[in-house]
Protein backbone atom coordinates (compact mmCIF):
# COMPACT_ATOMS: atom_id res chain seq x y z
CA UNK A 1 0.00 0.00 0.00
CA UNK A 2 1.41 3.22 -1.01
CA UNK A 3 -0.29 6.70 0.82
CA UNK A 4 0.53 10.17 -0.17
CA UNK A 5 -0.68 13.29 2.40
CA UNK A 6 0.29 16.45 1.84
CA UNK A 7 0.44 18.15 5.06
CA UNK A 8 1.78 21.15 6.98
CA UNK A 9 3.54 18.96 9.49
CA UNK A 10 6.42 17.54 8.02
CA UNK A 11 6.05 14.30 9.68
CA UNK A 12 2.02 14.04 9.66
CA UNK A 13 2.09 10.54 7.85
CA UNK A 14 3.97 9.15 10.95
CA UNK A 15 1.56 10.72 13.33
CA UNK A 16 -1.48 8.57 11.71
CA UNK A 17 0.72 5.83 11.26
CA UNK A 18 0.53 2.44 13.68
CA UNK A 19 4.42 2.60 13.80
CA UNK A 20 4.65 5.71 14.02
CA UNK A 21 6.16 7.68 17.55
CA UNK A 22 6.18 11.49 17.11
CA UNK A 23 6.58 13.72 19.60
CA UNK A 24 6.44 18.15 19.90
CA UNK A 25 8.26 20.09 21.27
CA UNK A 26 7.77 22.93 23.29
CA UNK A 27 9.38 25.67 20.68
CA UNK A 28 7.03 23.44 17.79
CA UNK A 29 9.57 21.23 16.86
CA UNK A 30 8.55 17.51 15.85
CA UNK A 31 10.92 14.33 15.83
CA UNK A 32 9.31 11.04 14.63
CA UNK A 33 10.32 7.64 14.81
CA UNK A 34 9.98 4.49 12.83
CA UNK A 35 9.30 1.38 15.43
CA UNK A 36 8.61 -0.62 12.44
CA UNK A 37 12.34 -0.72 11.96
CA UNK A 38 14.44 -2.39 15.05
CA UNK A 39 15.75 -0.65 16.62
CA UNK A 40 13.38 1.93 16.07
CA UNK A 41 15.08 4.63 13.34
CA UNK A 42 14.55 8.31 13.92
CA UNK A 43 12.90 10.27 10.43
CA UNK A 44 15.39 13.05 9.48
CA UNK A 45 13.32 13.81 6.62
CA UNK A 46 9.77 14.70 5.82
CA UNK A 47 7.69 11.27 4.99
CA UNK A 48 5.32 11.80 2.07
CA UNK A 49 4.73 8.57 1.11
CA UNK A 50 5.54 4.80 2.84
CA UNK A 51 4.81 1.17 1.96
CA UNK A 52 4.79 0.15 5.45
CA UNK A 53 1.61 2.70 6.17
CA UNK A 54 -0.60 1.56 8.99
CA UNK A 55 -3.56 3.60 9.28
CA UNK A 56 -3.72 3.10 13.31
CA UNK A 57 -7.22 4.31 12.78
CA UNK A 58 -8.21 1.65 10.47
CA UNK A 59 -9.50 -2.04 12.58
CA UNK A 60 -7.05 -4.70 12.17
CA UNK A 61 -8.11 -8.47 11.21
CA UNK A 62 -7.65 -9.72 14.55
CA UNK A 63 -9.77 -7.17 16.27
CA UNK A 64 -12.37 -7.77 13.83
CA UNK A 65 -12.47 -11.37 14.41
CA UNK A 66 -12.38 -10.91 18.36
CA UNK A 67 -16.18 -9.02 18.03
CA UNK A 68 -17.16 -11.01 14.93
CA UNK A 69 -20.27 -13.92 15.84
CA UNK A 70 -19.64 -16.97 15.81
CA UNK A 71 -22.78 -18.88 14.00
CA UNK A 72 -22.64 -22.50 15.69
CA UNK A 73 -24.01 -25.28 13.18
CA UNK A 74 -25.58 -28.65 14.34
CA UNK A 75 -24.32 -32.17 13.08
CA UNK A 76 -25.93 -31.99 9.59
CA UNK A 77 -24.99 -28.71 8.38
CA UNK A 78 -28.08 -26.90 9.70
CA UNK A 79 -27.46 -23.26 11.08
CA UNK A 80 -28.15 -22.91 14.66
CA UNK A 81 -28.67 -19.61 16.02
CA UNK A 82 -30.41 -17.14 13.11
CA UNK A 83 -32.95 -19.21 12.14
CA UNK A 84 -35.54 -17.28 11.44
CA UNK A 85 -38.70 -18.31 14.34
CA UNK A 86 -41.03 -21.45 13.24
CA UNK A 87 -44.34 -20.30 12.89
CA UNK A 88 -46.86 -20.98 15.00
CA UNK A 89 -48.74 -24.11 15.07
CA UNK A 90 -53.03 -24.12 15.30
Do not use: Q
Amino acid sequence: MSVKVSATSEHKLCIRCMYGHTMTFNNGAERSYCTMFHPSKLMTRPVERCSEFLDNNATSKHDMEKIAWVVKTDKHGETIGFKPPEKEKD
